[in-house]
């Protein structure tokens, strides 16, 4: 596409979304376990705000269909297969969340250090097999 130009600045990412079989067992992981608070809950998407974005929970299959809304309509939308996000925590609170999860019998899977951002990150599993990671400021030299 030669000629096209330089697209206008993206600012963020305003969502992140996460396609789940099982609604209210995604739910209970998220709020009892990563202690969000939902902001919006229905039968096929439930959001959690985080900072300046959000967490969006679908539930798997139900965005086929576009949705109409007074605004106008949403395309249709879906994923399958174990999806990748990170959280960001401060370097303190490590030790403190490695505890937590084992509290809730969430088991680590992995713990990487940064050595080039000074940073770390925890690795475990939520409920519909999606890869979350904890990341320590530094990391992708990030604050």
Same mark, same amino acid.
């Given at each position: ?47 959690? #705000?985080?900072?300046?974005g959000?967490? +969006?929970? %679908? ?10 809304t007074?605004? *106008? ?41 940064? #050595? ?5 990150? +925890?690795? %475990?599993?939520?409920p ?9 400021? *530094? ?5």
């Open positions: 596409m030669s000629g096209a130009g330089k697209p206008p600045a993206l600012r963020r990412v305003l969502e992140t979304c996460l396609y789940v079989a099982d609604m209210a067992r995604a739910r209970d992981f998220y709020e009892q376990v990563m202690g969000l608070t939902p902001q919006f809950t229905e039968d096929r998407i439930t959001g959690y #705000r985080l900072g300046e959000m967490l +969006l929970l %679908f539930k798997a299959g139900g965005t086929l269909q576009p949705v109409q007074p605004g *106008g309509e949403i395309p249709p939308h879906d994923g399958s297969g174990p999806a990748h996000f990170a959280f960001s925590i401060a370097a303190s609170d490590e030790l403190a969340w490695t505890k937590h999860l084992a509290n809730h019998g969430v088991a680590l899977e992995s713990r990487v250090e940064w #050595r080039k951002d000074n940073a770390a990150s +925890l690795y %475990f599993r939520d519909d097999g999606h890869l979350v990671e904890l990341a320590t400021p *530094g990391l992708w030299g990030i604050a």
